[in-house]
């Protein structure tokens, strides 16, 4: 099955900063990237999202990128602020199914005002 | 629109024991899921469905059964609760669409329910 990994666990930043998190994967089958983000007590919801014939993908402070010959894809967050404190999850899709997610161990990120 | 909703919010069992986790999704989305999430590992998918009446394994799906009877309803059954059960369980509802970037598949989340087996 998909084996997805993610680091770091945690990452601590200085606000303004930026924060980078990479995820590798091992189903060459797999074609949608997409990352949740999850705040304490609250359920994971999609931030972005990457499909394999796009390199990159950018939204305002947001931008992932993907690498699909070396298997793995990175979340940039540039100018961050203490919202964006959370646990952020990278997801493969289970082969080209992407109904079927295959989560990374998550990366809780802290932003210090 | 009420979104995905799960219920309970907090349940305790003891080992041995069976129980239902009802979660229901009032969108019209075609899949259905049901994940785990544990400490340090992430969200784990337990089963899915594509449609009424069609459901199938994900990655942990030993001790857990479902059904999809309705669009609506993807109820998730424990058999006899083990320990190792203890978890976080969300549901989540998703459909497939077309935007400027591509295919995508928004999986929204229901708010949880917090299981401890004793």
């Known amino acids: 099955g998909e084996n997805v990994e993610q680091h770091p666990s945690t990452l601590s930043v200085q606000e303004g900063d930026s924060a980078v998190i990479k995820c590798t994967y091992s189903?060459?089958?797999?074609?949608?990237f997409p990352w949740y983000k999850q705040e304490l007590g609250k359920r994971p919801q999609l931030i972005i999202d990457?499909?394999?014939?796009?390199g990159e993908k950018k939204d305002q402070r947001i931008a992932v990128t993907l690498n699909k010959t070396a298997k793995h894809f990175s979340l940039h967050i540039t100018e961050t602020q203490p919202e964006d404190s959370a646990v952020y999850f990278c997801a493969a899709s289970i082969g080209r199914d992407d109904y079927k997610l295959s989560f990374g161990a998550g990366t809780t990120v802290t932003v210090r005002a | 629109n009420a979104g995905v909703t799960q219920t309970p919010k907090f349940q305790v069992l003891k080992t041995g024991q069976s129980m239902t986790l009802q979660c229901a999704q009032d969108m019209n989305h075609e899949y259905m899921s049901w994940y785990r999430q544990d400490p340090g590992m992430g969200l784990r998918l337990i089963h899915y469905?594509?449609?009424?009446?069609?459901?199938d394994q994900g990655e942990v799906p030993n001790g857990y059964n479902v059904s999809r009877s309705t669009t609506e309803d993807f109820p998730l059954r424990l058999l006899s609760a083990a320990p190792s059960q203890t978890s976080v369980y969300f549901c989540a509802s998703s459909y497939s669409y077309t935007s400027r970037g591509g295919r995508r598949n928004e999986q929204y989340f229901g708010p949880g329910t917090r299981l401890t087996v004793t």
């Open positions: 990457i499909r394999s014939n796009v």
């Open positions: 469905s594509v449609g009424a009446g069609i459901t």
């Open positions: 189903d060459s089958a797999s074609n949608y």
